[in-house]
């Protein structure tokens, strides 16, 4: 057992430099004597290990050439006993949304780990961290956090299974799910303009990262609204709007009193918006993506993300991801969400 566990171990620090680009895809590794040297360990038990990640196309060996990295990207034979949801707890959904999926892991016989990437540590550590557990299955909601595209594509080659959650990036190494948010958009766009609305304003997130769902929303609106008027809060705000005082809301208000409805494009924003300007006696419709407490208008309408219905669609993907020769190929899927209105 203690055998087992050492060359078991000394393919993982393999993995470790690969992944840290020490070994490059489609680059010699060092011969079996000059790894055992660098390792600390005997020829024997670098061969097992070498024998584990050849089974795992990780490397290839060829007579004659040496051993090579030789990543692949397709789908794996692999199970779904344990999904690992790494993701921002302080986000104002994340009970939702995870109440929701491990209901789906529970129909799916799956456990679901969470995890909370360290303010110490990259996410790019974060997941190997993962994957030195012998964890491969994994839900990584982003929000204000960034990943490489390497590392994405080096996770995959490792024999990784990701999944974005809330994420509209296309790439070829993870699948992701997130809300049809140009659907969206049109739909309250068009609520708005049936309860009398012709002059929308837009209150957004500034400093979105490109090619974000906020990003998109915003996009949309100013096709379907050219000339509509669009606030836009500093994303110091986020996850901390007990900060926005009302006198500061007053001044973003201000740039509304044009507008006879607003959309707000994040559903949070509208909760300190709409207290004040029931205040100062602002009466509009409102809508809003995802819903928010506290708001009291004439007329809500609301698009609410369907995260029973992304929660399933997420494991069809880790399925796929687990069987191989199903021709898998990363794709985005989007979500339709759920119009309510009072």
Not at 40 to 51: F, I, N, Q, Y
Not at 59 to 69: A, D, K, L, M, N
Not at 287 to 298: K, N, R, S
Request: hydrophobic share 40%.
């Amino acid at each position: 057992m203690e055998e087992q566990s050492l060359y078991r171990d000394v393919r993982t620090r393999i993995c470790r430099m690969i992944y840290k680009d020490i070994y490059r895809d489609g680059e010699n590794i060092p011969p079996e004597r000059k790894l055992a040297e660098d390792l600390g360990v005997s020829r024997v038990t670098v061969r097992k290990a070498l024998k584990l990640l050849e089974e795992e196309h990780i490397i290839e060996r060829i007579q004659g050439s040496g051993t090579r990295v030789a990543l692949e990207y397709g789908a794996r034979t692999g199970n779904m006993d344990i999904i690992t949801l790494v993701a921002p707890a302080q986000n104002a959904f994340f009970s939702r949304f995870i109440d929701a999926f491990q209901t789906t892991a529970e129909e799916m016989d799956s456990l679901v780990l969470f995890k909370q990437k360290s303010s110490r540590q990259s996410l790019e550590e974060c997941l190997f961290r993962i994957y030195e557990k012998d964890l491969r299955n994994v839900v990584l909601w982003l929000e204000d956090m960034e990943i490489s595209y390497e590392a994405l594509r080096k996770l995959r080659g490792l024999g990784m299974n990701i999944v974005l959650f809330d994420s509209i990036r296309k790439n070829s190494y993870a699948d992701a799910v997130c809300l049809d948010n140009r659907g969206a958009v049109r739909r309250l766009m068009e609520c708005l303009q049936n309860a009398g609305c012709k002059r929308p304003g837009l209150v957004s997130w500034e400093d979105f990262a490109s090619g974000s769902s906020v990003q998109i929303r915003e996009q949309e609106f100013q096709k379907l609204c050219p000339e509509g008027t669009i606030v836009r809060v500093p994303r110091e705000y986020h996850n901390h709007l007990d900060r926005l005082n009302q006198q500061t809301v007053e001044e973003y208000l201000k740039q509304l009193e044009g507008c006879d409805g607003v959309l707000y494009a994040v559903g949070e924003l509208a909760s300190p918006f709409e207290q004040v300007a029931a205040l100062k006696n602002m009466v509009h419709p409102v809508a809003m993506i995802d819903e928010a407490p506290g708001v009291f208008a004439t007329q809500t309408f609301t698009v609410d993300q369907d995260f029973q219905g992304m929660s399933t669609r997420i494991f069809s993907c880790l399925k796929r991801q687990n069987e191989k020769g199903s021709a898998w190929k990363a794709k985005v899927y989007q979500v339709k969400g759920i119009l309510e209105s009072e």
